[in-house]
């Protein structure tokens, strides 16, 4: 078999994502899944929910993930890359639990999971091997033979990712009017998370301020402002900024938020301001709310003329990414040394996470890892 195109010793991909409502009967109980042991109240899941209905209580993240899907396959196909691609979700239909299951009961065994976030965290990575973790737990309780699961690397700086969103950027500055398009600035947006949480994401030799979360995304938000500033001969001032807070007033989380933001830039006197969603790889609720809706919303009240740039979605060189990274994970546990594509200053990350990564508050077990009680 030809080695550009040899998963072995992998047999199955697993697309693991976080699910959504398909429906408006289906956003509580959602709601509930997602928030299960940490005691929110119902009023605030109501508060949350009716983002949903303002969408007919349809999440459009499901119907990406089946696009996704769709194409992940068809490329694999393309390219003559034989490995069955699954689809499972953390907190929604398809459950990873079943999709594991049939993973199982189609006879595979070593199963690498693709998850849809490319950072460093405990709710981006740790989270997820958790689930896996559980979903095994439960098939061993089932009695069925237990697959071999891995995790692909984070992906937030390969070539695949960084520069899709580069050219998102380039084309939403299109979409400024051109008197105030070379003044515009950038406001890279990703979801914020607690400090604690992320001052102990990645590895522990380098938690501290921020830890890898916040280093990540500062990495690949340079980089896509320096790629745009060389294509389009404009250096342009850039701030990592967040959204969607969802924890206790009282307990800090990473700032400044993306509306606080826009204030300050229009206090400012910024001409105008470029949306980027860099911590996101589809359009899902809180792209299509916080910042579609709420955030656009801000803007044109405080008379800033501001645009959003896509995401990263089903576009090829975001899909031909996932194959190349699923064929350096394959050449690796092979034994081979794969080149490893990564854009920025810091480099590829690890293939399995070690002990102590994305450190939980409260330890659960975790797969794919090097303390998977699984391995």
Known sequence: MDRAT???????????????PEGPDDVLPFLENVTRGRGIPRERLAEVGAHYHLFDGVSPINGHNRDLLAALRADFAAHGLDLPVYWGNRNWAPYVTDTLREIVRDGHRRVLTLATSAYSSYS????????????????????????RVDKLRVYYNHPGFLET??????????????????GAVLAFSTHSIPTAAAD??????????????????????????????ERTGVTRDWELVYQSRSGAPHIPWLEPDICDHLR????????????????????????LYDLDTEALTVAAELG??????????TDPRFVEGVRDLVLERAASERGEAPRRCALGTLGPGHDLCPVGCCAARTPRPAAAGADSPYA
Do not use: N
């Open 6 to 20: 040899d998963p072995r010793p992998y047999d199955a991909l697993l697309l693991l994502s976080f699910g959504g």
């Open 124 to 147: 981006s990575c740790r989270q997820y091997r958790e689930d896996l973790a559980a979903a095994l737990g439960t098939l061993a309780e089932e009695g069925l033979e237990l697959p």
């Open 165 to 182: 969103m580069a050219d998102g950027v380039l084309t939403a500055l299109e979409g400024l009017p051109a008197g105030v398009r070379d």
């Open 200 to 229: 102990t994401s990645g590895p522990p030799e380098g938690h501290g301020p921020g830890g890898a979360y916040v280093a990540e995304h500062l990495d690949a938000a340079r980089w896509i402002a320096d790629a745009v500033a």
């Open 264 to 287: 300050t830039l229009h206090g400012k006197g910024a001409p105008g301001v470029v949306m980027v969603p860099i911590g996101f790889v589809s359009d899902h609720m809180e792209v």
């Open 304 to 313: 800033l003329p501001a645009v959003r740039s896509a995401t990263v979605g």
